[in-house]
């Protein structure tokens, strides 16, 4: 079971808020890739979730007069729905409030203590409760947080220590065994370089708040936010078989320290595999500056799926805009510019005029002269880089060929039905490699051409000759920009 499984993971969101498009972003790509991997034939395990444990969720809830659980219940579900809007369809949802969660955190403490790896100690420092953590002198911008730009506050407590310094060897071992655990490329010698220059040992508990998984030697402290937060990965698949570790931690660049460096300390505290690969994508801007709820410049999911009204061409625009891993300005004009240009012009009209011209002059079988344009093992190799753009590109590259080739060969004229075939099995193909993408594009192509989505061995089973195809409604409609 292990070399035929992948299991994907997205950061576990704050649901101080509703989500935006940075959580749309992460969690779309997740599950292309989670799809593209199920089509390899391979057993698949897809979580997201939620992190609510923490200050930050503590201190909102508070103002606005709920308590924590309850202030939860209302935004949770706002996550949900938006995945759900977005057709992402994860194996399992997590939040750090499950009981099952909190007693695997419980069960690492003891473990991480046991082992020698956590003492009590004194902590004074400068922290940023939108970040949930603390800052040097520094690191500080004006005197403010560096990435939220608001003051810091001074807390002092007394708390428990994790020995990270002790892991900074075993660590700088582990990248060097391991050269892709840290992706992409560009990132790695950062993080490597801090750990390098030596690390300080990490304050893993809270006193002044009691919104927590409390310590299991001492309960007069709960553990530090993001302590909790990592084990979500192990305690999901705790009890199932053979899917830990996990292939790919799927991050944004704000997070990587957290799962580059704690998360496999911690890991090695415990004595757990540790993930094969954290890849950290860029950030998306808006109008220029960091997307952030915290400072009122978002764009919620409701209003992304607006643009075009169609999730399947929002998914496609965060997937090809940018290449996985380099950061981005979103703008509507953007993705309108997408929609018309290549999903409607390009694939819709081809889908469209192909199955039009079929009704009226039927298909008859032969080999299809088009399928050594396709090419299917650089669009496999671009996904396993995680290079999502590239792969899309190759496959309306494609397109535009099949749009040439009817142009050229005229059916409408010639009544050609071999042409026909070929371009409707074209479409077949095409449709399966854009499912992970767009699956309910896909999924629309596959009812109309009468031939069925199961996995990418479907890509060398010809259409069948007999198959019905009819002409059906446009997949994507015009957007005015
Ligand atoms: O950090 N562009 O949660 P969070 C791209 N709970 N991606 C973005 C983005 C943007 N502008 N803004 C957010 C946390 N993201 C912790 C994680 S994991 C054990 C705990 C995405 O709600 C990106 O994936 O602040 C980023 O890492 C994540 O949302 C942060 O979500």
Redesign the pocket.
């Known amino acids: 079971m292990k070399e035929n499984k992948f299991y994907i993971t ?7 808020d509703v989500p ?4 749309a ?2 969690t779309v790509v997740a599950d292309v890739l989670a799809r593209w991997n199920k089509m390899l034939g391979k057993k698949v395990f897809f979580l997201t979730g ?2 609510e444990h923490g200050k930050k969720i503590a201190d909102t809830a508070r103002r606005e007069g709920k308590n924590p659980q309850e202030f939860l219940n209302n935004l949770v579900p706002k996550f949900k729905e938006a995945w759900k809007k977005l057709n992402v369809d994860y194996s399992y949802f997590i939040r750090t409030t499950d009981k099952s969660h909190e007693s695997v955190v419980k069960e690492m403490l003891q473990k991480s203590f046991d082992n020698g790896d956590i003492y009590l100690g004194d902590y004074e420092g400068l922290y940023c409760v939108d970040c ?1 953590r603390y800052y040097t002198e520094k690191d500080l911008d004006n005197g403010n947080c560096p990435i939220h730009k608001k003051p810091v506050e001074k807390l002092s407590e007394k708390t428990y220590f994790f020995k990270l310094s002790k892991y900074k060897d075993k660590l700088l071992e582990f990248y060097e065994k391991n050269p892709s655990f840290i992706s992409p490329k560009k990132r790695s010698s950062e993080i490597i370089n801090r750990v390098r220059e030596g690390l300080k040992d990490l304050s893993i508990s809270r006193t002044s708040f009691d919104w927590g998984v409390p310590l299991p030697f001492d309960d007069s402290h709960v553990a530090y ?2 302590f909790d ?2 084990f ?2 192990y305690s999901a698949v705790k009890d199932k078989n053979g899917f830990w570790p996990a292939d790919l931690n ?6 990587l320290w ?2 580059a460096v704690y998360w496999p300390a911690f890991l090695m505290s415990v004595g757990l595999e540790i993930p094969k690969m954290v890849f ?7 109008d220029s500056e ?3 709820k915290s400072r009122g410049k978002a764009i919620g999911i409701s209003e992304l799926i607006a643009i075009t009204d169609s999730a399947d061409s929002i998914r496609y625009f965060l997937c090809r805009a940018v290449p996985f891993g380099d950061d981005g300005d979103f703008s509507k004009d953007a993705v309108i510019k997408r929609h018309n240009g290549e999903l409607l012009n390009k694939l819709g009209n081809l889908v469209s005029r192909t199955a039009g011209l079929i009704e009226k002059k039927g298909i008859e079988k032969c080999k299809n002269s088009l399928l050594d344009k396709i090419k299917i093992e650089e669009i496999e190799r671009y996904m396993s880089n995680l290079e999502l753009d590239k792969a899309l590109n190759d496959i309306f590259s494609f397109i535009d060929v099949c749009n040439e080739y009817i142009q050229e060969k005229k059916p409408w004229e010639t009544g050609d039905k071999k042409v026909l075939y070929e371009v409707a099995d074209s479409i077949r193909l095409i449709s399966i490699l854009l499912w992970p993408f767009m699956p309910s594009t896909s999924e629309k192509i596959s009812k109309q051409f009468g031939f069925s989505i199961d996995d990418f061995s479907g890509l060398d089973k010809p259409l069948d000759e007999n198959s019905k195809i009819i002409k059906s409604e446009f997949l994507f409609n015009r957007v005015e920009d």
């Open positions: 997205t950061p576990i969101y704050y649901p101080n935006h498009i940075g959580h972003y992460t939620t992190d949930e936010v993001w937060a990592l979500n990965y799927l991050v944004g660049k704000d997070i957290f799962h950290a994508h860029g950030f998306w801007t808006l960091k997307i952030s």
